[in-house]
C-alpha cells in the first residue's frame, strides 16, 4: 500500500524492457471495449487475455508478487461466472421522490462487467441515487436495473444485496464489532461457520493492505484509512461479483486517498469485479475509472466515456467545465512514457575515462549525467567545463521517472523541474536508461496525439490539447 | 454524629433482621416492587422508543409525554390512584410506571436518533433485514445510552418506591413511614439508609451490567 | 449527609461537603426570611429534650412557639381536627390569639411538642393518653383516669376538664369476617382471639407498637394476630382494607361513620384496653391563662359524644369544612364569636 | 359556606387559600432551583477551566441524585427539623446536581473558533465568559433549568410526609385525612399545571434571550427531552446535541 501511485499495476521488481506504460495500455483498451454497442458484453475476454503475456516472460509476476496465483484464481473466477459475466444494465432509469424531485432522470448505462464504473458529478446529480438503486437500497419509479440480463427485482432483495459489496464513505463498520468481526458478517449471514468466516477475514485483511494485528481492535482505535480499507474488506469478504463503492474515498485526506486508490486498482487487478464508484471528485474518477459516466444536476447523463475519452472530447461545455482547464496535461497520463528516444549519449558512468567524457561533452547536450557506480544518477554537470580529472559543480537531477512504465505526464514534469531542461529516465532498479529533452517530450506528445487520433478518430480536441502540452514544454 | 449513632443503632438491632417486618424481608419486597415497576416501563417504553426513534417520527410528542410526566408528582398520583383503585399494588404502580417511562422512552429514541447512520446504511447494503439491523447494529451501538435511560428510571423508582408505604405495601418504606408514626428515628433513618443503597447499588450493578454487555468497540467511543 | 457516608475518598467528599455546605447556608438564609410570611413555620428556637424515650435528643420533636399566642394542634385524623378548631375558635370568641398546628401527627409527636411548649393545647382522649403514659394503668372511671395521667404527666403539662364525648380506638371486624366466625356486637376480642392466627389486624403505624395496640391486645386478650397491616389513623386506608378484606379486623374510632356504613362490627373491650377514651384537652400549663381555661373548660361541658358525631358526619360525609363545622356547633351551644 | 367543599375549597387546617399555597409552593420550590443555578453557575466554570474536575462531579452529582428524597429529608430533620428548611435542602442539592452538567455542557460546546475569535478581539477571560460563553451556553442552562424545576415543583410535595411542609402536596394529607379525593386531584393537577407552566416560560425565557437560534427544532426538543433523565444521562443526551 506504500507503493508509488503508478507501480501496482507493473507490481515492484519488474525488470521488464517492453515498458508498458499500464495506464495507456488501459485507457486504450478500454476504448475499444467501451464502445457502446452488445461488444462490450465480450470484454470478459480481455482480462483472460491480459494475463497472457504478463504470465509468459514471468517478468512482472516476479515472486511475491502473487500475480500468477491472482490471476489463476481470477480466471477461475470470471469462469464460474460464466462466459459473458456480470454486467449491469441501467435502462431508462426514473427515479421520482414523493415531493416531486427528479434524483434521476431516465438515465441508461451498461455497466461493463469486470472493470470500475465512476459515476461522477455534482452533488443532486443522483450519482448515489443510481448506485443505491443497484442494490435496491432505493427503488426505482420506472426503467429497469438488469443484472447478467435479468430484473434484479426477480430475486429477493437480500439476496441481491449479499451478491454485492457495499462501500460507503465513512465505511460504516459497526462500532461495537472487532475489525475481524466487521469483515466476517456477510460470510456469517450466508450461514458460514465462524472460524471460517473469520479466516476469510484475516485473508482479507492481508490482500487489502492491513495488519493482521489490528484484528481485534474495534473500528474507534482504527483511523479513517484503514477503516475504509476494513470497509472494502467486508464489501469483499463474500466474494461478490459487484462492488458498489459510495464516495468511498471522500473523508480522508489527499494522501491517504491516494493510497487508497492505488490499493483499490491493485486488488481490481487481483479479482477483476465489477465495480461501481461514485464520486464527485473528476480527479478520483479519472484515475481510477475503466469509464466514467458524468451526471449533471436532475440526473441526467452528460457523457459516459472512458476517462481518456472524455479528457479529451468532453461532450460538451458542462463536461469541459466539470473537467476544469488543464485537462491536457492530466490527459498526458494516459500515453506511455515507452514511445520517448531516450539517449545515452549525454550520460557518464563512474569511472569513465576521458575519451567517454569528451564524447560525452561533445553529444550536443548542454550538460553531462554523471552516475555512480551502481548507474543511479549523481548529478549534472557543465558539458563546457569538461575537466575529467577534478570534481566539477553538481546540479541536481531531480525526480526521475521510469522509462516505460511512467507516463508522458511524468516525464514532462521531471523535463521540467530538471535546472537543465532534461529528464532522466531510469530502469525499475533506479538505474539510468537514459536522458531525454523538453524538446524530444513534446514531439512524443505530438505524435502519440497523432497516433490516437488516427486510432479512433475522436474529435479536433485533441490538437488543442496537444498544442497545450506543446505550451507548457 | 447523631445520626450515624441513630444508623448503627439501627442496623444493630437483631430485631431489625427476623421476620416479615426485618430487613432482608422488607428489601425483597422493595427489590420486587422495583422490578415489577421497571420491567412495565420496560416493555413500553423500549419498544416504542425503538420504534419511534427508528422511523424519528414522534419526537415532539415525545418531549410533551417527558415534561408531563416529570411535572406529574409521583406522591399525589399514588394517593389519588389510591382513592380512583382502592388498595394494592396496582395504586402504586401506576405513578412508579409513569415515573420509569420517560427517561426509557426518551433515552432510547434518542439513542436511535443519533445513531451513525452509515453502519446502518451499510447493514442493510448487505442485505440485512429490518430485524437483524434493528438487534445486529442498532441496538448494539444504542446500548450505552440506553441503559443510561434504565439506569436514570431504575434509580428513580427504587427512591420513589417507599411510597407504596404510604398505603400499606411493604418495601424499605415503611420503615420511614412507621417510624415516622412511631415516633422512631432510628427505624425512619435506617429504612432512609436502606433506601439509599440501593439506589447506589442500582448504580453499581448498572456500571457492571454496562461492563458485560456494551462492546468495548462501542464504550471506548463514548 | 452525603459528606459523612462517603468519609473514605478524599476529594470526592471535601467537594460534596462544600456543595452541600453552600447548599445548607443559603437554604437556612432563605428560610429564615420565609418565616415571616407563614404562620405555620415556626424557628427552631429550642433544642430541648424532649419527646424520644431513651433519647438524648429527639429530633422529630417539634420547636417552641411565638411567645403571646395560644397554639392549638392536632393529631392527624379528622375528628382531631374539629376538636382543634372547636376549642380553638372558642378561645377566638374570648378575644385570645390563636394560632392552629394541624395534622401534626401521632401522639408520639404531639405529646413531645406540648411538652417542649410549641403546642399549648391539644385535644386529646384520657384513655388513649394513659395508655400511653402508663401501659399498666386500668382506671374504673373517668376521674381515676384523669388522676392516673396527672400522676405519670410532665409537670409542666396538666389535664383541662374531661368532656362527656367519647371516641375509642375499638378492634373492629369487617362484615365477612363477622359471619364467618359469627361475631355480632355482643362479641369481645377474647372471641376474635380464638381465631387469631387466621385474621390480619391493620391500624395505624405506632398501633403494631403502642400498649393499646398489639402489645395490649395479645397482654389483655391473647390475641396474636396472624400479621399486621400498616395503615392510617382510622382514615380511607383502613376503610379501604377492611372492605377490600385486604384486612378482617381494624383499629377504628367508634365516632367513626363508615362502621354503621359499612357493616362493621365493634368488637367488646371489657378489660377496658381502650379504656375512656372521652375527649380532654391537655394543655401546657404555662401558655393559658385563667379566661383561657375557662373557655376550654366550657366548651367540654357542651361536647357530648352526639355532637362529636355529628361534626364528624359533617366533615367526612358531608365534605364540609372541620372549621365551618366547628363555628357552627359552638354557635348553636352559645360559645361562638 | 356551602356544605359540600368545592373543588378549589382548601380545608381551613391547611391555613391558606389555594392561591396562598400556590404561592408557597412555588416559593419552596424555586428558591431551591435560584440557589442551585447561583452555586452551579460557578461550579459549572470550574469544571470547564479544569476538565480534570468534570468527571469526579459528574459522578458525585449522579450519586447525590440517587438519594431519594424522602431520605434526604429524614436524614436533614436531625439537623433542620420538620420545617420548610429541611425541604429545600434536598431540593437545592437536586437542582445543583442537575444544572451542573448542564452549565458545564453549555459552555463546552461554544465552539473553540468562537472563543479563539473573541479572545483576538481582546476580550478578557472574565468579558469573554459573559459575553461569550454564557449567553451562548443559555439554551443549555435553560434545559438543565427546566429539569431542576420540574423536579423541584413535583418533589416538594413528598414534604408533606415529613410535617405538613409540602405545601400543596398537604392537599394529599387533607385528601386523606377527609376522605375527599377531589383535595388529591386539585393537588395533582395542580402541581402538574404549575410545572408545566413554569417550563413553558422557561421556554419563552430561552426564546427571548436566544433570539439568534430557530424557535423551535430538534436542539429544543432534545433540551425537552432530557428533562425526563438524571445527571449523567442528562449530560449524555446534551452532548449528544451539542455534537
Known sequence: MNRPFAEWRGGPGSHTVVAVCPRAERTARSAVRVTPGRGTRRSTRRRDGDAQPRMEPGGLDSPGTGLSETDRRQAVHARSRGVFGTLIQIESVTKRYPDGTTAVDGLSLEIPDGSITVLVGPSGCGKTTTLRMINRMVEQTSGRILLDGADIREQPVSTLRRSMGYVIQNAGLFPHRTIVDNIATVPRMLGWDRRRARERARELMERVGLDGALARRYPYQLSGGQQQRVGVARALAADPPVLLMDEPFSAVDPIVRKSLQAELLRIQEELGKTIVFVTHDIDEAIRIGDMVAVLRTGGKLAQFAPPDELLSSPADAFVEDFLGTDRGIRRLSFFGSDGLELTTQPVLPAGADAAQAARAAASGAPYVLLTDAEGRPRGWAEAKGGPAGGEPELLPTGRPFVAGRESLRDALDCAVLSPTGWAVAVDDQGKVVGVVSQEAIGAAIRSAHAARQDGDGAGGADRADATRAGAVT | ?222 | MTSHSQSSTGPRHLRAAAILLAATTAAALLAGCSDSSSSSDTPNGSASSTGGKSKPKDPLAGAAPKSGTVVVGSNNFAESVVLMDVYGEALKAKGINVQYKPDIGTREITYGLVKNGSVTVLPEYNGSLLSYLDKTAAPTSIEATTAAIEAKLDPSLTMLDPAAAEDKDSLTVNAQTAAKYHLTSQSTIADLAKVGGQIVVGGSPEFQKRQQGLPGLKSQYGLTPKSFKPLDAGGPLTVSALKDNSVQAADVFTTDASITREKFVTLQDPKKLFGFANVQPMVSKAGLTPDAVAALNAVSAKLDTQALLSMDDQVQNQKKDPLDVAQAWLKSVGLGG | MSGGAGFFDIPSDLQHSYAGLIGIHMQEAMIPVGIGLAVALPLGQLCVRFRWLYPPVLWVTTVLYAIPSLTFFVFLIDYTGATRTTVMIPLTVYSLVVLVPAIVDGVRSVPQDTLSAATAMGLGPVQRYLQVQLPLAVPAIIAGLRVATASSISLVSVGALIGNQGALGNLLQDAILYHRSNLALNSVVTIAVLAVLTDIVLVLLRMALTPWLPRSGKAAGRAARATAVEPSTEAALLEDAAS
Open chain 2, 1 to 222: 454524629m447523631s445520626l450515624f449513632q441513630f444508623i448503627s443503632d439501627f442496623f444493630r438491632d437483631n430485631a431489625n433482621w427476623h421476620g416479615a417486618y426485618g430487613i432482608p424481608h422488607r428489601l425483597l419486597e422493595h427489590v420486587e416492587y422495583s422490578l415489577i415497576a421497571l420491567g412495565i416501563a420496560a416493555g413500553i417504553a423500549l419498544p416504542v422508543g425503538l420504534v419511534t426513534g427508528h422511523t424519528g417520527r414522534g419526537g415532539n410528542a415525545l418531549a410533551l409525554v417527558a415534561t408531563a410526566a416529570r411535572a406529574l408528582p409521583s406522591y399525589g398520583l399514588l394517593v389519588l390512584m389510591f382513592f380512583w383503585l382502592g388498595l394494592g399494588l396496582t395504586p402504586v404502580m401506576i405513578p412508579l410506571v409513569a415515573l420509569a417511562v420517560p427517561p426509557i422512552l426518551v433515552t432510547t429514541y434518542e439513542a436511535m436518533r443519533t445513531l451513525d447512520p452509515a453502519p446502518v446504511d451499510a447493514a442493510r447494503g448487505m442485505g440485512m433485514g429490518p430485524a437483524a439491523v434493528l438487534f445486529q447494529v442498532e441496538l448494539p451501538s444504542a446500548l450505552p445510552l440506553v441503559l443510561s435511560g434504565l439506569r436514570s428510571a431504575a434509580i428513580q423508582v427504587v427512591s420513589t418506591t417507599a411510597i407504596a408505604a404510604t398505603v400499606s405495601l411493604g418495601g424499605l418504606g415503611r420503615f420511614v413511614v412507621d417510624g415516622l408514626y412511631q415516633q422512631n428515628y432510628t427505624i425512619v433513618v435506617g429504612g432512609a439508609t436502606l433506601i439509599a443503597g440501593l439506589a447506589l447499588v442500582t448504580i453499581a450493578l448498572f456500571w457492571l451490567v454496562g461492563r458485560f454487555v456494551v462492546s468495548p468497540g462501542v464504550r471506548g467511543r463514548r
